[in-house]
Structure formats: structure tokens, C-alpha cells
């Protein structure tokens, strides 16, 4: 008898049969659960590494804008310091160049001046002489 005891009915054996059939597709979908969880935490991890990508190179671009515009500025400093030296040179040579005008008027005014002066005599002369 002990044999038969250890012997399942058909219906013992079908019910044992059904809660393994359960079991494993519980384990099946914890397996399915789990390879999905791991997809997302690698695709996680994948747009991690792609945002860390894209801030380095944000980054990089930053310190390079920030040269170029250091570069800008230094440079426009330049052009209004030479474009200050020009119009002080502009300036300079304007105020040369009424001082020319001043000198070349008096010059003119002078000679001006002196014409009149050997006209007059040369009429007083000419006024003195019969016939005229």
C-alpha cells in the first residue's frame, strides 16, 4: 500500500500539472517583465550618455562662442581706438590747414597791399608828367 499512496490520482496529477503550467507563467511573465525593464534602463542609460554627449559638446561650444565674442571685442576696441586716432589726425589737419588759409589770406592781402601801394605811386608819377 505505501506504493499506492505515493501513486497520484489522474485528478491530483492534473491539478499538480496545472499549478506548474501556472507557475511557469508567472516565471515567463517575470522573465518578459524583467528583459523589458532592462531594455528601458538601457535605453535610459543609452540618452544618458547621448544628453552628457550633447551638454559636453554644448559646453564646448559655449567656451568657444565666449572666445570668439572676447575676440570681437578686442578687436572693435582696436577699430575705435585707430578710428579716435584718425579723427584726431583729421582734426589736427584741419586746424593745419586753416592756419594755411589764415597765412596764404594775409600773404594775399599783403600783396594785395602792395600793388595798390606801386599803383598809387606810379599814377602820382604819370599825374606829374605833361600829357596825362
Given at each position: ?48 550618455t547621448d544628453a552628457a ?80
Amino acid at each position: 500500500m505505501p506504493a499506492e499512496k505515493e501513486q497520484k490520482s489522474t485528478a491530483e496529477a492534473l491539478d499538480e500539472w496545472r499549478e506548474a503550467e501556472r507557475v511557469v507563467a508567472v516565471a515567463r511573465r517575470g522573465r518578459v517583465a524583467a528583459e523589458a525593464a532592462a531594455h528601458a534602463a538601457q535605453e535610459a542609460a543609452d540618452a544618458a550618455t547621448d544628453a552628457a554627449a550633447a551638454a559636453a559638446a554644448t559646453a564646448q561650444a559655449s567656451r568657444e562662442a565666449l572666445a570668439s565674442a572676447s575676440l570681437a571685442e578686442e578687436s572693435a576696441a582696436k577699430s575705435a581706438r585707430a578710428a579716435r586716432a584718425t579723427v584726431l589726425s583729421s582734426h589736427a589737419d584741419v586746424a593745419e590747414s586753416e592756419t594755411d588759409v589764415a597765412t596764404a589770406e594775409v600773404s594775399e592781402a599783403a600783396a594785395h597791399q602792395r600793388y595798390r601801394d606801386a599803383y598809387d605811386r606810379a599814377a602820382a608819377k604819370d599825374r606829374g608828367r605833361p600829357g596825362f
